[in-house]
């Protein structure tokens, strides 16, 4: 926004002539005679001050502009598009733009929107004040555009788990330039962005470049969109699509306690996963032959009435066309009173701990007892040591007497008989 003062006299009857010749020709000697009225009467500008603020607007929406005066007297007010041509003088529009609608008119205030703004509209709209000297202030009208299209482009529709690819996202045709940013899933990455400019719009292209895992299958990339004529998230997204080799793991099915025992049936189950879903599942038995009472059916293995003979590792074999993958199980045998065994031993182990416990408690018993009476001997030991120290007149004379004990209470004795 700026304001300007404008020149008097015959210089604004022939801004009048001017703004009456871009008028249609059946309101030309109309807006001429208003004009030139208003021209007649023009008050001073002491005191009065006009003023507009500039006006941010999205396309297609609406843009008021409002010319306003502090201490009005009256003063004839018009306003002018970029071009110079009068949109309204006073109450009354010349223009033939039909978007153009008067909102207020008074003597402190000429209010008008225009609809369904276009980037056409952009630039500088002034507003002038009939005043002597005459007074101008402009506003700008910026026009904002949102992206066009949003598009997202993968590589690859099908990626391999470890490959590299790359994602493009294109903003067409905004203004001013859109930010692109990426996400996988919830976790933001850092994309590369190109902006191109061609006739007062933006076209704007980030690349995303990529390491796929099996972990990325199914989840989606999202490009999002940040710019000032969009409310909340513009975004479009694409769900990865990534082959892994399989993954195997072997079940034990059967037996149920996990121990297995000479004459008891074994039954393990080979799952596995992968995309393409593996087609093939074997089992091998490394570094031997398979028993010839073991069946296979599928993913499944089973071994009716184990021995001894059958020990060893026997693995799982799967395949797709991203890769091979195997897993292990190493058979073990046991006699066929394994587990019988094993319960009686812990039957006795648990009876030569309790035994352990109650010994261990005796005599932590006997020991306190044991404490006790020689604590309480030892004190009546002392306290007969120390007699006849309490007759004596001064200290040399008590120890003199804990010394010689009853043999001195005797002397005495003898002495006064």
């Not at 020149?7 to 009456?20: I, K, L, M, R, T």
């Not at 223009?95 to 008067?102: H, I, P, V």
Request: aromatic share 8%.
């Amino acid at each position: 926004m700026a304001s300007a003062v404008l020149p008097s006299g015959s210089q604004c009857a022939a801004a009048a002539a001017v703004a009456a010749a871009a008028a249609p020709p059946g309101l030309q000697l109309r807006l001429l005679l208003l004009l030139l009225s208003a021209a007649a009467l023009i008050p001073t500008g002491d005191g009065q001050n006009l003023f507009t603020k500039d006006v941010t607007v999205v396309e297609g929406e609406v843009a008021t502009i409002s010319c306003q005066v502090n201490k009005s007297d009256d003063s004839v007010i018009q306003l002018l598009n970029p071009n110079r041509q009068t949109i309204y003088f006073k109450d009354f529009r010349p223009l033939k733009d039909s978007r153009f609608q008067l909102l207020n008119f008074s003597s402190s205030e000429l209010k008008v929107s225009l609809t369904n703004v276009s980037i056409s509209d952009e630039g500088r709209y002034f507003c002038q004040l009939y005043t002597d000297p005459p007074q101008e202030s402009y506003t700008t009208i910026t026009v904002l555009v949102p992206p066009r299209n949003l598009m997202i482009d993968i590589q690859k529709d099908t990626a391999v788990e470890g490959e590299e690819i790359e994602v493009n996202c294109t903003a067409m045709a905004s203004k001013p330039a859109t930010t692109i940013r990426w996400f996988k899933g919830n976790k933001e990455l850092k994309g590369k962005s190109e902006v191109e400019e061609w006739s007062d719009m933006y076209t704007v292209t980030s690349q995303l470049m990529l390491t796929v895992h099996k972990e990325d299958d199914g989840v989606p990339v999202i490009c999002q969109v940040e710019h000032p004529a969009v409310t909340g998230n513009l975004q479009t997204q694409r769900y990865l699509e990534v082959q892994y080799k399989p993954q195997v793991h072997i079940q034990m099915t059967y037996p149920l306690q996990g121990l297995t025992r000479e004459g008891d049936a074994l039954e393990l189950t080979c799952e596995a996963i992968g995309k393409p879903q593996p087609v093939m599942v074997t089992w091998v038995r490394v570094d031997d032959e398979m028993p010839q009472h073991a069946v296979l059916s599928g993913p499944n293995l089973f071994i009716n009435n184990l021995n001894k003979t059958d020990n060893g590792t026997y693995r799982c074999e799967a395949s797709n066309t991203v890769g091979k993958a195997h897993s292990d199980y190493m058979l073990y045998v046991y006699d066929s009173r394994a587990g019988e065994e094993g319960a009686i031993g812990a039957v006795d182990h648990a009876v030569i701990g309790g035994v352990v416990a109650v010994v261990v408690f005796a005599m932590l018993c006997l020991l306190i007892i044991l404490g006790r009476y020689f604590a309480r001997h030892k004190g009546t030991y002392f306290t007969h040591e120390a007699k006849g120290a309490d007759d004596a007149a001064d200290a040399d004379t008590a120890i003199i007497n804990a010394e010689g004990g009853q043999n001195n209470s005797e002397e005495k004795k003898e002495y006064f008989i």
